[in-house]
C-alpha cells in the first residue's frame, strides 16, 4: 500500500522560513504530478504549488516568489520551501500525488500544521 508521510511544519515567527518534506512509501508505483495544498480554519482547501515529473512548476498567486517547491524523483520525495512566512499562511498543509499503481489515483498526505505568529 503506497502512504505519503509529510514532515516539517511548526510554529514560526513572520518573516520566518519552514521547509515540508513528503515522502511517499511503498513499492510498485509510478508517480507523476505531486503538489502542496493547504486549508486555513474556515476556508476550503486550496492549491499552494505543484511539481511535474519533469520539473514544471506551478503556484498560487499569494507564495508566488516566497514559496518553492521541489522534487526528488530517487526518492519520491517533493519539498516545499517556504521563505517570509506570514500570518496569513497559517494552515494545515497537505501533500498530494497522482499515483499509478494498477490505475491512477491521487493520494492525500496526512497533513502538517504551519503556525505563522505575527
Known amino acids: 500500500q503506497v502512504q505519503l508521510v509529510e514532515s516539517g511544519g511548526g510554529l514560526v515567527q513572520a518573516g520566518g522560513s519552514l521547509r515540508l518534506s513528503c515522502a511517499a512509501s511503498g513499492s510498485g508505483f509510478i508517480i507523476n504530478n505531486m503538489g502542496w495544498y493547504r486549508q486555513a480554519p474556515g476556508k476550503q482547501r486550496e492549491l499552494v504549488a505543484i511539481i511535474s515529473r519533469g520539473g514544471s512548476t506551478n503556484y498560487a498567486d499569494s507564495v508566488k516568489g516566497r514559496f518553492t517547491i521541489s522534487r526528488d524523483n530517487a526518492k519520491n520525495t517533493v519539498y516545499l520551501q517556504m521563505n517570509s512566512l506570514k500570518p496569513e499562511d497559517t494552515a494545515v498543509y497537505y501533500c498530494?500525488?497522482?499515483?499509478?499503481?494498477?490505475?491512477?489515483?491521487?493520494?492525500w498526505g496526512q497533513g502538517t500544521q504551519v503556525t505563522v505568529s505575527s
Open positions: 498530494n500525488a497522482n499515483i499509478r499503481t494498477t490505475t491512477w489515483g491521487t493520494l
